[in-house]
C-alpha cells in the first residue's frame, strides 16, 4: 500500500485540484489528524494557541519557539512553575515512538503495568537489529531470520497494547518520523537519543529512556527539567562544499559533548532559509552530541515543501494558518547565543573517538599525520539517521558520477545505507543508487547498522590500527565495529565520498585535484543535487502493521527458557535506612558513555533479557586502579575479574556496591539499559563530576541515586579500596545535599557533600524501589 501522503498527493494531481482545496475538503481546521495512520487522532493548535496564551500572560515576556512548543504542551500552564533550568514541568506529549532494541524493554514495563492499551499514539520501527554483512536484501532475510523471535513479541505486544508497528526493513526510526509523524510545533517523546531529528520540522522531538515512554503511554504527565535556550543564529547562506552537517560539526566543536546539556538548541536568523528541510533535521539530530535536550528551527516554506511533497499539505495549511505560535516571538531572550556565518563556514570533519574534535577538512589531513592517526582510509560509509535523505544520496552520488565520468572508482571501501524503504526505492528509480554502486559501493539494508556497531567487519583484524570516515552522528571508540583501533571520523556525506575516491584523510575537494584513467589531472565540482524528488516519492513496500480496532484475542507470549526475552520482576524497595558500607565496584577513569556502561553491537539481541544483557555491565569503561578495561578489583577475594562478573559475585553475598564516574557521565545513546543492568546487579548509587541527562534520568527511573560531588575535587579523594555511607535518605528532599562518608582502609574517615536533582516525584520513584513500581502502588 502506498503512504498515505502519496495517494493524497495523487489524489490532488487526479481532479486536478490545487492541494489547499483538498486540505480544506477533507480536514477542517482543527480536524487535521496527526497522521494518516491514526485518522481520528487531530492536531491541536488550537489548544497549543491557548496554553501558550495563558502562558505568556503569566510571564509577560516575549518567548522562543521552543518555549511556546514546551510550555504550550503543559498539563496545567495556569499553575506550573516555570523557570530555566530549575523547576521541572509537567507535560502533556502528542506521541511516542520506539526503536525495536529500547522497544522491548519499553513493552515489557508497559505489560507489566496492567494496562490494557496506550493512551496516546504510538509506533515501534525496527531498525536496530540488523547487521550490515553482504547487502540489503540478503542481511534483511538474515535478520528476519534471526531475530524472529523478538520480531513477533514487538508486533503482537504492538497489536496487543494498540501501537503501530514497522516492520524490519522499513528504514530508521527518524527517518520514518520525518516522513510521517513529525509537524511543527508536535511535541514527540522517542526512545532514542536522535530522536531530536524531528526538530527539521519543526517539532520538539526528544529523546528518552523506556520508562519515561510508558509514563506517556501510560497517560501520565511526563516530567522534564525546564530547559534553557541556546540561540545559534544563521547569517549568509550555504554554497560549494559546505552542507548542512558542518553547522552541526562547527557547533559541536563550539560547545564540546557537554555544553548543550539541559538545553534546547533553537536555531534562527536569515540563515535559516538556506536549508533545506532534511538539512534542518541532519543539524537537530547531531545535536544530541552537545548533550542538548533537542534541537529545533521555526516553520517556513522549506518545511511547508516537505510536508507537500510527503503528502501532507493539509498540515502545511493548517501550520500556515497558526504560524506566530511556530516561529519565536520578536526579542525572545537566550541563555546563550552563538553566531554562525554560513557565507564563511568550511567543510569540516570531526574526530577521532569524540563528535566534538572538529576540524576544517582541508586541515585535517595535516593534524592527522601530526597526531599519528592513519591517513589512508580503509572505508568510507554513508547513511544513518542522521544523513541518509534523497538530498544527501543525491549529493553523494553528483560526486560520484564525476569520479566515474574520469574512469575513477572508491580507493576505499564505501556502503551506502538508505534512511527508509521510501529513500531506497525513490533512488533505486531515480539512478542514485547505481551510480553509487557503479562507483564502488554496496548499498546496505534500510537500517542503522554500522553506525550501532552492527557491522560484520572483515577487512581488518581487532586491534588493528585503521581510519574509516563517516556521515554518521558517533564516533566513539570501538562504536562502529568493536575495534578501539578505528579511527572514525564524522563528516557530511559528499565528502565521505569525495575521500572514498581519493581514498586519504590529506585530500581536500575545495582544492585538490585528482588524476583520471586517462592520466589527466581533475577537480571535483562541488555537488548540486535536488532537494526533493522532481516527482512523488516512491513509496516501496509496504512496511507497516495497523494496530487491530479488537485485540482481546491477542497473545503476547514470552517463553521462560527464551535467550533473547525475558518478563520484568520489580525492584526490591528502599528500606528506610542509609546507605552503608557501600562497596566500589569501579572507579570509572575518563570518558564514560552508554557504549561504555552497556555496549551494542553484538549485545543488541540481548536488549529484551535483563539478565543476559547484564553481563556486558561496564566492560567498556577504564578501571582507575589499572588502567584497564573489563577488570575490577573484587573487594572479598582481592581478585581482579570482570566488571559484571565481579557485579553478581556482590549480589549474591548481599554486598550493595557504588559506581564512581567523571565528567558528563552517560552520555550518548538514550538506552535505559545503562540503568537497568546495575541496579539488576545490585547497584545502589553512582557518584559522578556531572551526568548526561537522559542517563540521569534513566538512574532514577530505575530506583538508583544519581549523585554529584559538591566539589568536583573530592573524586580524587575515592579510592577503590574504600568504601562509601551515604546519608540523610531519611530526610531526603529536593534541594537538600546528601552526605557522604568515605571510609579507607587504613580506618580513617573523611566526610564529603553530594548534590542531587531530585523532586518530589522522583523521590518517590527511589522510595517504591522503581517508577513503575510508584506507578502500580497508584493504581491500587
Avoid at 520501527?125 to 524472529?148: M, P, S, T, V, W
Avoid at 589512508?376 to 542522521?386: A, E, K, N, Q, W
Avoid at 534512511?419 to 551510480?435: F, M
Amino acid at each position: 500500500m502506498a503512504p498515505y501522503s502519496l495517494l493524497v498527493t495523487r489524489l490532488q494531481k487526479a481532479l486536478g485540484v490545487r492541494q489547499y482545496h483538498v486540505a480544506s475538503v477533507l480536514c477542517q481546521r482543527a480536524k487535521v489528524a496527526m497522521s494518516h495512520f491514526e485518522p481520528n487522532d487531530y492536531i491541536r493548535y488550537d489548544l497549543l494557541e491557548k496554553n501558550i496564551n495563558i502562558v505568556r500572560k503569566r510571564l509577560n515576556r516575549p518567548l522562543t519557539l521552543s518555549e511556546k512548543i514546551v510550555y504550550g504542551h503543559l498539563d496545567d500552564p495556569a499553575n506550573q512553575e516555570i523557570e530555566r533550568g530549575k523547576t521541572y514541568l509537567r507535560l502533556r506529549p502528542d506521541r511516542v515512538a520506539m526503536q525495536d532494541a529500547t522497544a522491548q524493554m519499553a513493552m515489557l514495563q508497559f505489560i507489566s503495568s496492567g494496562l490494557p492499551k496506550v493512551a496516546v499514539p504510538s509506533t515501534i520501527h525496527c531498525d536496530h537489529l540488523i547487521e550490515a554483512q553482504l547487502g540489503g536484501e540478503k542481511d534483511l532475510r538474515r535478520a528476519k531470520d534471526i531475530n524472529q523471535e523478538v520480531y513477533n513479541f514487538l508486533a503482537t505486544a504492538g497489536a496487543k497494547y494498540g501501537v503501530g508497528f514497522w516492520k524490519p526493513g522499513s528504514g530508521i526510526i527518524h527517518q520514518i518520523i520525518l516522513e510521517n509523524y513529525a509537524y511543527p510545533g508536535v511535541l514527540l517523546i522517542g526512545t532514542d537519543s536522535h530522536t531530536p531529528n524531528g526538530g527539521g520540522l519543526g517539532a520538539i522531538c526528544i529523546g528518552v529512556g523506556g520508562a519515561d515512554a510508558v509514563d506517556v503511554m501510560a497517560g501520565i504527565p511526563w516530567e522534564l527539567k525546564c530547559p534553557k535556550v541556546i540561540g545559534v543564529k544563521l547569517t549568509g547562506s550555504l554554497s560549494g562544499w559546505t552542507s548542512p552537517k558542518d553547522v552541526i560539526l562547527k557547533v559541536a566543536g563550539i560547545l564540546t559533548v557537554k555544553g548543550g546539556t539541559g538545553a534546547i538548541v533553537e536555531y534562527h536568523g536569515p540563515g535559516v532559509d538556506s536549508i533545506s528541510c532534511t538539512g534542518m533535521a541532519t543539524i537537530c539530530n547531531m545535536g544530541a552530541e552537545i548533550g542538548a535536550t533537542t534541537s529545533v528551527f521555526p516553520y517556513n516554506h522549506r518545511m511547508k515543501k516537505y510536508l507537500s511533497k510527503t503528502g501532507r499539505a493539509d498540515i502545511a495549511n493548517l501550520a500556515d494558518e497558526f504560524k506566530e505560535h511556530l516561529v519565536p516571538d520578536p526579542g525572545c531572550h537566550y541563555d546563550q547565543v552563538i553566531e554562525i556565518n554560513l557565507n564563511e563556514l568550511k567543510p569540516h570533519i570531526n574526530g577521532p573517538f569524540t563528535p566534538d574534535l572538529a576540524h576544517p577538512v582541508s586541515e585535517v589531513g595535516t593534524v592527522a599525520e601530526k597526531e599519528g592517526w592513519p591517513v589512508d582510509i580503509r572505508v568510507g560509509l554513508i547513511g544513518s539517521c542522521t544523513n541518509s535523505s534523497y538530498e544527501d544520496m543525491g549529493r553523494s552520488a553528483a560526486v560520484a558520477k564525476q569520479a566515474l565520468s574520469h574512469g575513477l572508482k572508491c580507493k576505499s571501501q564505501f556502503t551506502i545505507t538508505p534512511g527508509s524503504e521510501q529513500i531506497r526505492a525513490t533512488i533505486e528509480r531515480d539512478g542514485y543508487a547505481q551510480i553509487l554502486r557503479d562507483v564502488g559501493g554496496v548499498v546496505l539494508a534500510n537500517a542503522c547498522g554500522p553506525c550501532i556497531g552492527q557491522w560484520d567487519r572483515k577487512d581488518i583484524k581487532k586491534g588493528e590500527k585503521n581510519t574509516i570516515v563517516t556521515s554518521y552522528n558517533r564516533n566513539f571508540t570501538g562504536r562502529n565495529d568493536a575495534n578501539p583501533e578505528t579511527h572514525a571520523f564524522v563528516t557530511s556525506p559528499e565528502i565521505v565520498t569525495a575521500l572514498a575516491i581519493a581514498g586519504t584523510l590529506k585530500f581536500n575537494p575545495e582544492t585538490d585535484f585528482l588524476t583520471g584513467k586517462d592520466g589527466k589531472k581533475f577537480k571535483l565540482e562541488a555537488p548540486d543535487a535536488d532537494e526533493l524528488p522532481r516527482t512523488d516519492f516512491d513509496p516501496g513496500q509496504d512496511t507497516y502493521q495497523h494496530p487491530p480496532k479488537d485485540s482481546s484475542g491477542q497473545r503476547v507470549d514470552v517463553s521462560p527458557t527464551s535467550q533473547r526475552l525475558q518478563l520484568l520482576e520489580p525492584f526490591d524497595k528502599w528500606d528506610g535506612k542509609d546507605l552503608e558500607d557501600l562497596q566500589i565496584l569501579i572507579k570509572v577513569k575518563g570518558k564514560c558513555t552508554t557504549d561504555h556502561i552497556s555496549a551494542a553491537g553484538p549485545w543488541l539481541k540481548f536488549r529484551g533479557h535483563l539478565d543476559n544483557i547484564s553481563n556486558n555491565l561496564l566492560i567498556g569503561a577504564i578501571n582507575i586502579e589499572n588502567g584497564k578495561a573489563n577488570s575490577v578489583r573484587n573487594a572479598v577475594t582481592q581478585e581482579f575479574g570482570p566488571v559484571p562478573d565481579t557485579a553478581r559475585y556482590y549480589k549474591k553475598h548481599g554486598i550493595r556496591w557504588v559506581v564512581i564516574g567523571d565528567e558528563n557521565y552517560g552520555e550518548g545513546s538514550s538506552r535505559e539499559h545503562a540503568a537497568l543492568e546495575p541496579r539488576h546487579l545490585g547497584g545502589r548509587a553512582i557518584i559522578t563530576k556531572s551526568f548526561a541527562r537522559i542517563h540521569e534520568t534513566n538512574l532514577k527511573k530505575q530506583g538508583l541515586l544519581p549523585l554529584t560531588f559538591a566539589d568536583p575535587a573530592d573524586y580524587n579523594k575515592i579510592h577503590p579500596v574504600d568504601k562509601l555511607t551515604i546519608q540523610g535518605l531519611k530526610d531526603f528532599a529536593p534541594g537538600k545535599p546528601l552526605k557522604c562518608i568515605i571510609k579507607h582502609p587504613n580506618g580513617t574517615q573523611e566526610t564529603i557533600v553530594l548534590n542531587h536533582t531530585f523532586n518530589e516525584t522522583q523521590i518517590e520513584w527511589f522510595r517504591a524501589g522503581s517508577a513503575l513500581n510508584r506507578m502500580k502502588e497508584l493504581q491500587q
